[in-house]
T-cell receptor
Framework: GEDVEQSLFLSVREGDSSVINCTYT??????LYWYKQEPGAGLQLLTY?????DMKQDQRLTVLLNKKDKHLSLRIADTQTGDSAIYFC??????FGSGTRLLVRP | DTGVSQDPRHKITKRGQNVTFRCDPI?????LYWYRQTLGQGPEFLTY????????KSRLLSDRFSAERPKGSFSTLEIQRTEQGDSAMYLC?????????????FGPGTRLTVL
């Protein structure tokens, strides 16, 4: 069945780049997504990429898609303490991964 | 329109009771989705509607769960004979068809606690 996997935890220093990785199984998805969830807050769509694209850049965010390996990554440049949150990768009708908790150390 | 709204925001109930949650999507959105999120996990897809038609249901949606969207606008999710394992955050989202499945807007969720 459909499945999305992510690493559980990432810790970086403020100002460094963060890279969060995700693998998925459903190759028919039109979109692949990254959502952000802060403690006590709702899910926020951070960015998304069409399945026919390899890369999308949006300010500090870069999404890379490797369709052959079914691998999606999110790079956050110049990571700030306000970026500390859980980041979810999702595909299709939103099959979510378990989330990667990003901790940004001052 | 202020976005997707859900009511109530919190619900505490005793095991065996029935509960009903409501979701009001963004007004021009014809697709509506329900998800469930437990602590430490990503949201799990439950079901979705296009207009009033329920097009897909997850196997997670046991026969104690029922969802409706009678006029293609708001939706309700009912859980009968609640169990402690039903304790979770129930999330609603909406989107427009014609955008693939681009789902941008989630509601704040209803947190259910079953005692």
């Amino acid at each position: 069945g459909e499945d999305v996997e992510q690493s559980l935890f990432l810790s970086v220093r403020e100002g460094d780049s963060s890279v969060i990785n995700c693998t998925y199984t459903d190759s028919s998805s039109t979109y692949l997504y990254w959502y952000k969830q802060e403690p006590g807050a709702g899910l926020q769509l951070l960015t998304y990429i069409f399945s026919n694209m390899d890369m999308k850049q949006d300010q500090r965010l870069t999404v890379l898609l490797n369709k052959k390996d079914k691998h999606l990554s999110l790079r956050i440049a110049d990571t700030q303490t306000g970026d500390s949150a859980i980041y979810f990768c999702a595909e299709g009708k939103l099959i979510f991964g378990s989330g990667t908790r990003l901790l940004v150390r001052p | 329109d202020t976005g997707v709204s859900q009511d109530p925001r919190h619900k505490i109930t005793k095991r065996g009771q029935n509960v009903t949650f409501r979701c009001d999507p963004i007004s021009e959105h014809n697709r509506l989705y329900w998800y469930r999120q437990t602590l430490g996990q990503g949201p799990e897809f439950l079901t979705y509607f296009q207009n009033e038609a329920q097009l897909e249901k997850s196997r997670l949606l046991s026969d104690r769960f029922s969802a409706e969207r009678p006029k293609g606008s708001f939706s309700t999710l009912e859980i009968q004979r609640t169990e402690q394992g039903d304790s979770a955050m129930y999330l609603c989202a909406s989107s427009r068809s014609g955008q693939g499945n681009l789902i941008e807007f989630f509601g704040p969720g209803t947190r259910l606690t079953v005692l």
